[in-house]
């Protein structure tokens, strides 16, 4: 079974993007803001953006199932206050459900999060246990940066954040450390901006301590991790400066990376650099990019085939990045493959 735990809703219907918009200019003029009950999308709306798009590509390419969450560009917390951050992010939240009804088989939902800055992250604790109890929900995306590239939030071992990961722990449900739109200018967001925070996100945890506190706790630094992998050796020798353990037994209990890699030469190097155990199979299809790489012919996100060709895993490696170590990461998406006997 081919897991792709890096699915986000790109392709939601225009409507969505329409109400967004009305909702922002209402943060000016409270007299335009819109009701929830005014963004109407059909199943059958919902169904065409999906065959037609990630599930066309999922079935061309080989791929079963996508952990799938809302657009990551557009949960923009910077924008607006928690009030429009809770609002935005339960509405995506529903979407991703009702795709995951529709196509039951083939995509589970994980939840974006009403993160607004300077808001205590305890104020998202009511949407995350409603998207797990209600909707099934198997993990959620975390922005270490809601300010959208000002970074003014502590960083993610700072107990800032521990009411997140306390219901982390309650439900053995992951996150994957994902920031959204950048808002500076100096920074791209997917070119810069998403690479800088898996980055940021790695040395980080290397700083601290956290998971003496939560040895249980499992992030997904998506992007392949950023920069670490390439500067692995930096990082060990960081590590070694800080008097910090070895980074297997420091961060590789609890830190995972994903393949959205988008050449023969970064998955080469993932898979030869970090353990095995500790990549999981992803495309973030359909993402940030979604051309063919004219050097193959292929379409770059498509990483099944670089994860193919490695010469550096066997197939009982490749099913581990496949499948097993998601259902080992995911215990709710292992759990419900188990009730559907799969």
Not at 146 to 164: A, E, F, M, Q, V
Request: glycine share 6%; aromatic share 10%.
């Amino acid at each position: 079974m081919i897991i792709d735990c890096h699915g986000h809703y790109t392709t939601a219907p225009k409507a969505l993007e329409n109400w967004r918009n009305q909702q922002i200019a209402g943060i000016k003029d409270p007299a335009v803001m819109p009701k929830v009950a005014d963004l109407k999308i059909s199943d059958d709306e919902l169904r065409e953006s999906i065959e037609t798009n990630q599930l066309r590509l999922m079935k061309e390419r080989g791929s079963d199932i996508t952990i799938f969450s809302p657009r990551a560009s557009f949960m923009a917390h910077h924008i607006g206050d928690f009030n429009v951050s809770s609002t935005w992010a339960a509405i995506c939240n529903e979407l991703c459900y009702r795709v995951s009804q529709l196509f039951p088989d083939h995509f589970v939902p994980a939840a974006m999060l009403p993160q607004s800055p300077g808001v205590d992250p305890a104020t998202c604790i009511p949407e995350l246990e409603k998207c797990v109890k209600e909707y099934g929900n198997v993990g959620i995306n975390l922005n270490p940066d809601p300010s959208g590239g000002h970074w003014t939030s502590p960083p993610l071992t700072d107990k800032h954040w521990y009411p997140i990961y306390e219901k982390m722990v309650e439900y053995d449900i992951p996150a994957m450390i994902h920031v959204s739109t950048s808002c500076n200018a100096c920074f791209h967001t997917t070119g810069a901006h998403y690479i800088n925070a898996d980055t940021t996100a790695i040395m980080q945890l290397i700083q601290g301590d956290l998971f003496k506190d939560f040895p249980t706790l499992k992030f997904i630094i998506p992007h392949g991790g950023g920069a670490a992998p390439y500067h692995w050796g930096r990082y060990r020798g960081l590590a070694q400066e800080m008097k910090k353990p070895l980074l297997q037994d420091h961060l590789l209990n609890n830190v995972f990376f994903d393949t959205c890699v988008y050449h023969q030469p970064g998955i080469d190097l993932l898979t030869k650099v970090i353990p095995v155990g500790n990549i999981l199979f992803a495309s973030e299809m359909i993402g940030a990019v979604r051309g063919i790489d004219p050097e193959t012919g292929n379409y770059y996100d498509d990483t099944k085939r670089y994860v193919q060709a490695t010469t550096n895993l066997s197939d009982e490696q490749r099913y581990q990045v496949y499948e097993g170590n998601a259902r080992r990461v995911f215990p709710r998406l292992d759990a419900r493959l188990k009730a559907a006997g799969k």
